[in-house]
Nanobody, 111 residues
Framework: QVQLVESGGGLVQAGGSLRLSCAAI????????MGWYRQAPGKQRELVAA???DAADSMKGRFTISRDIAKNTVYLQMNSLKPEDTAVYYC?????????WGRGTQVTVSS
């Protein structure tokens, strides 16, 4: 069993920054990739950024994903936030045991 624990969400003004963290806890032999998704009210969940052992990619130029393999933790640095970035952000891990999701952390950007 793998549990993903997210933190770092909150309320921020437009133009501000937030750093989200996601720690993978449990029976982890290997994590192939980790990623961040977000879902705004009334919209579908979308991929924000993902990182594997040999690549990192972000769908948003203002966001940067990084990973601490030793800590089984992934981070999402979000800069120049906009009101349209408001959403629940979910962490995702792809492991040999399956794909796991965190419970999500709310990010609210005020104008």
């Amino acid at each position: 069993q793998v549990q993903l624990v997210e933190s770092g969400g909150g309320l921020v003004q437009a133009g501000g920054s937030l750093r989200l963290s996601c720690a993978a806890i449990g029976n982890i032999a290997r994590i192939n990739a980790m990623g961040w998704y977000r879902q705004a009210p009334g919209k579908q969940r979308e991929l924000v950024a993902a990182v594997s052992s040999d690549a990192a990619d972000s769908m948003k130029g203002r966001f940067t994903i990084s990973r601490d393999i030793a800590k089984n933790t992934v981070y999402l640095q979000m800069n120049s936030l906009k009101p349209e970035d408001t959403a629940v952000y979910y962490c995702n891990a792809d492991t040999p045991l399956g794909i796991y999701w965190g419970r999500g952390t709310q990010v609210t950007v005020s104008s």
